[in-house]
């Protein structure tokens, strides 16, 4: 088992919560040299986003959609609630009180994806992490037409996110 060696996340202060709040926001950017709307379709169109994450059902016209994880790692089933949506550019959601936001812009032939997921508590940032590298790892192995990675040594990133 070897630990991953990818692009990190970064760890930032939590904006518009009271004084002495141990919220922050875990914050990713990762690059592809695909077009917008190939990275767009990876992260909203659900037979596209099982390949990595998890296959979502449901209308997300009625701003709800149902998720379940598809990996080893995790096949929980959570409810997701869609909050912002402008394709291919922006969603956020809330994912069983999770709340996630990504933008997607492309310049040239290069398209950078920024995920944050915000309201993280201080003390969770070492487990919740790790797995977003997992999973943001497992969207760029998708991307990239490479194996997908194994969750064996994600865990080894926890001091990278204390």
Avoid: N
């Amino acid at each position: 088992m070897s630990t991953p060696t990818t692009v990190l996340g970064e760890i930032r202060p939590e904006h518009g919560c009271p004084d002495g709040s141990s919220l922050v926001t875990l914050h990713y950017v990762r690059s592809f040299a695909l077009p917008v709307g190939e990275v767009w379709a990876a992260l909203t169109e659900s037979d596209r986003l099982e390949r990595w994450y998890g296959r979502w059902t449901g209308d997300p016209t009625s701003g709800r959609v149902r998720l379940t994880m598809t990996d080893e790692h995790d096949t929980a089933t959570t409810d997701v609630r869609i909050l912002r949506c402008d394709p291919p550019h922006e969603l956020g959601v809330d994912q069983d009180g999770w709340h996630l936001e990504v933008t997607v812009k492309q310049v040239g032939v290069v398209t950078t994806l920024e995920f944050s997921h915000r309201h993280v508590p201080r003390s969770e940032t070492s487990e919740v992490g790790p797995g977003w590298q997992y999973y943001l790892d497992r969207l760029d192995a998708v991307l990239a037409g490479r194996a997908l990675p194994r969750w064996d040594g994600y865990l080894d990133l926890a001091d990278e996110y204390r």
